[in-house]
């Protein structure tokens, strides 16, 4: 394509974007929305709190739904659930995040996968 060819269909396109604009701007849906907006953000910072802290007010499930989180240091991987295993042979508790756990590990290649899994007792978050 020509240089004036491209430059052609980005005027077209933009002639066309600033149509969209205008009417966007007239629609009264549109007000309405930008007006929450601007008040929910004004109420916001006036009680300096953040998007997520209003989220979380509001509906407490999304963030278990959310999935992962962003931190203060920018990272998007969600905590893992902390699982509690019990030996019921010996009383012995392991409290761990993963599955890397020496003692849990030792616990699977000597007693199996499956019954160690069954000796969990509870997950928290």
């Known amino acids: 394509m ?8 980005k005027e077209q396109q933009l002639k066309q974007l600033q149509e969209d604009l205008q009417r966007l701007e007239g629609d009264q849906r549109l007000k309405s929305e930008l007006e929450f907006k601007a008040k929910l953000e004004a109420l916001m910072t006036e009680f300096d709190k953040r998007p997520s802290d209003v989220i979380a007010l509001l509906d407490p499930a999304a963030e278990q739904r959310g999935g992962a989180k962003v931190t203060a240091s920018g990272n998007a991987r969600r905590k893992r659930r902390l699982k509690i295993y019990k030996n019921p042979k010996t009383g012995e508790v392991i409290e761990t995040r993963g599955g890397n756990h020496k003692g849990l590990r030792s616990w699977k290649d000597e007693h199996g996968d499956e019954a160690v899994e ?8």
Do not use: F
């Not at 240089?3 to 052609?8: D, S, T």
């Not at 069954?118 to 978050?125: A, I």
């Open 118 to 125: 069954s000796w969990l007792v509870r997950m928290e978050d």
């Open 2 to 9: 020509s240089l004036l060819n491209e430059y052609i269909q």
